[in-house]
């Protein structure tokens, strides 16, 4: 299969010749024909499958076409929305690369920065608006964002916007919206509330799922080092003085550990940088930016703020916290092992965390490979937690380790006269 089957047209072909991509990912394979029908979607695909170009092409070629020979009134004929400023950008970027050779314009919009530089090209005129849902409704209420010509409605990454708290801001725009348009929805995993979502907005969907929900992509090699929390630090050093590692994004859980962590690696002589939403939307472009060009070895991130990032040949993804829900770990690691490239994973695990690492196995379908040839192994892994981590506050410090030790060896002891 190649994207001259697909029936896309010749200036969208010669685009993609010049982006290096000559066969479409399963997702684009399937979600191309059916939206060049007109018809809704419903795509359930994992991150890094090739979605945004599943529905950028048949945008360009369906709004070209109308431009051809439906000519309509001018305004945003396509809006996308989308959970986090990276991946608009992001998605900004793909419908630039894609659309060189048509006469289509299009508009980026988020928060965080001025609004100037925006308003002034949605005054010039765009027909394809990507924008995250805070700024559209704030530009909306401005009556910048004017939405009664629109044509299309694309819904990108649905679980995540739940998971920020935007489902209701989605529900306002939606409202706004004409009810005869074709609607796109893609999530990566399809929780209920989601799942209602898509059937209230969605008319007679085809559905598209390419992977199992919340798979990781097989290209991926996983492995998991067991190690203690105040050795996580080192052991991130260690790893790092393999130099074949090109590249490496590192998860935290916050903020304020990736600042720890990235500063704690420049400090060993490691350029890193840090990148999150208390970040300006500048330094995070610059962050980025240097990653991609490779000025910067270490980009740490939360998990919003990586949402979005696509950087070609990214080696190795570093979850040096694990995270506390297992979704997150597929998304996380997606991030390398992109549209059939091979990627490495590694998890650091602490006592703490056994229990996070149990549930993203279960998840996944998988045991995850442990390292154990590493200079900061954690002694006694698998032992009970101590009994400041029960819930039965009843006993005394260590005592419920001690005793499921002793269960475990099915001795107690020795006996005293009377009893044990």
């Given at each position: 299969?190649?994207?001259?089957?697909?029936?896309?047209?010749?200036?969208?072909?010669?685009?993609?010749?010049?982006?290096?991509?000559?066969?479409?990912?399963?997702?684009q394979e399937q979600a191309i024909p059916v939206l060049l029908q007109r018809k809704d979607l419903l795509g359930c695909a994992q991150t890094g499958t090739g979605k945004t170009a599943a529905f950028a092409l048949p945008i360009l070629q369906l709004l070209h076409q109308d431009e051809l020979y439906v000519?309509?009134?001018?305004?945003?004929?396509?809006?996308?929305?989308?959970?986090?400023?990276?991946?608009?950008?992001?998605?900004?970027?793909?419908?630039?690369?894609?659309?060189?050779?048509?006469?289509?314009?299009?508009?980026?919009?988020?928060?965080?920065?001025?609004?100037?530089?925006?308003?002034?090209?949605?005054?010039?005129?765009?027909?394809?608006?990507?924008?995250?849902?805070?700024?559209?409704?704030?530009?909306?209420?401005?009556?910048?964002?004017?939405?009664?010509?629109?044509?299309?409605?694309?819904?990108?990454?649905?679980?995540?916007?739940?998971?920020?708290?935007?489902?209701?801001?989605?529900?306002?725009?939606?409202?706004?919206?004409?009810?005869?348009?074709?609607?796109?929805?893609?999530?990566?995993?399809?929780?209920?509330?989601?799942?209602?979502?898509?059937?209230?907005?969605?008319?007679?969907?085809?559905?598209?799922?390419?992977?199992?929900?919340?798979?990781?992509?097989?290209?991926?090699?996983?492995?998991?080092?067991?190690?203690?929390?105040?050795?996580?630090?080192?052991?991130?050093?260690?790893?790092?003085?393999?130099?074949?590692?090109?590249?490496a994004l590192v998860f935290t859980r916050t903020k304020h550990g990736a600042d720890r962590v990235a500063k704690q690696l420049n400090e060993a002589g490691v350029r890193a940088e840090a990148i999150h939403g208390n970040k300006s939307q500048g330094a995070r472009q610059r962050a980025l930016t240097n990653?991609?060009?490779?000025?910067?070895?270490?980009?740490?991130?939360?998990?919003?703020?990586?949402?979005?990032?696509?950087?070609?040949?990214?080696?190795?993804?570093?979850?040096?916290?694990?995270?506390?829900?297992?979704?997150?770990?597929?998304?996380?690691?997606?991030?390398?092992?992109?549209?059939?490239?091979?990627?490495?994973?590694?998890?650091?695990?602490?006592?703490?965390?056994?229990?996070?690492?149990?549930?993203?196995?279960?998840?996944?379908?998988?045991?995850?490979?442990?390292?154990?040839?590493?200079?900061?192994?954690?002694?006694?892994?698998?032992?009970?937690?101590?009994?400041?981590?029960?819930?039965?506050?009843?006993?005394?410090?260590?005592?419920?380790?001690?005793?499921?030790?002793?269960?475990?060896?099915?001795?107690?002891?020795?006996?005293?006269?009377?009893?044990?």
């Amino acid at each position: 299969m190649t994207f001259e089957n697909l029936n896309l047209i010749e200036p969208l072909l010669r685009a993609l010749k010049t982006e290096g991509y000559s066969k479409p990912t399963p997702i684009q394979e399937q979600a191309i024909p059916v939206l060049l029908q007109r018809k809704d979607l419903l795509g359930c695909a994992q991150t890094g499958t090739g979605k945004t170009a599943a529905f950028a092409l048949p945008i360009l070629q369906l709004l070209h076409q109308d431009e051809l020979y439906v000519k309509g009134p001018v305004g945003i004929k396509t809006l996308i929305l989308t959970p986090t400023r990276e991946l608009a950008i992001q998605i900004g970027d793909s419908f630039a690369a894609y659309g060189k050779h048509l006469r289509l314009s299009h508009a980026v919009i988020f928060g965080g920065v001025p609004q100037r530089a925006q308003t002034d090209a949605l005054r010039a005129g765009v027909d394809i608006l990507i924008a995250t849902p805070g700024r559209l409704l704030d530009l909306m209420d401005q009556r910048f964002v004017k939405l009664q010509n629109l044509k299309m409605l694309v819904l990108d990454e649905a679980d995540r916007m739940l998971d920020m708290g935007f489902i209701h801001d989605v529900k306002k725009v939606i409202a706004r919206v004409p009810a005869k348009r074709q609607t796109i929805f893609f999530s990566a995993t399809m929780p209920p509330e989601i799942a209602l979502l898509a059937n209230t907005i969605l008319s007679n969907p085809v559905k598209v799922e390419v992977t199992p929900v919340s798979s990781t992509a097989n290209t991926i090699k996983q492995s998991v080092y067991f190690v203690e929390k105040n050795n996580k630090r080192k052991l991130l050093n260690f790893l790092l003085q393999d130099h074949s590692i090109a590249t490496a994004l590192v998860f935290t859980r916050t903020k304020h550990g990736a600042d720890r962590v990235a500063k704690q690696l420049n400090e060993a002589g490691v350029r890193a940088e840090a990148i999150h939403g208390n970040k300006s939307q500048g330094a995070r472009q610059r962050a980025l930016t240097n990653f991609k060009a490779r000025k910067t070895r270490v980009l740490v991130a939360t998990d919003i703020a990586a949402r979005g990032i696509d950087v070609e040949e990214l080696t190795h993804v570093i979850n040096y916290e694990l995270p506390n829900v297992p979704e997150t770990y597929v998304h996380r690691i997606g991030r390398t092992g992109r549209a059939g490239a091979s990627g490495i994973s590694v998890s650091f695990c602490d006592e703490e965390e056994k229990e996070y690492l149990d549930d993203i196995q279960k998840l996944i379908g998988k045991k995850i490979p442990v390292v154990e040839d590493q200079p900061y192994a954690m002694v006694h892994v698998g032992m009970p937690k101590p009994a400041a981590a029960n819930r039965n506050a009843s006993q005394r410090p260590g005592q419920a380790a001690n005793n499921a030790a002793a269960r475990k060896k099915k001795w107690y002891g020795p006996r005293r006269p009377g009893g044990r």
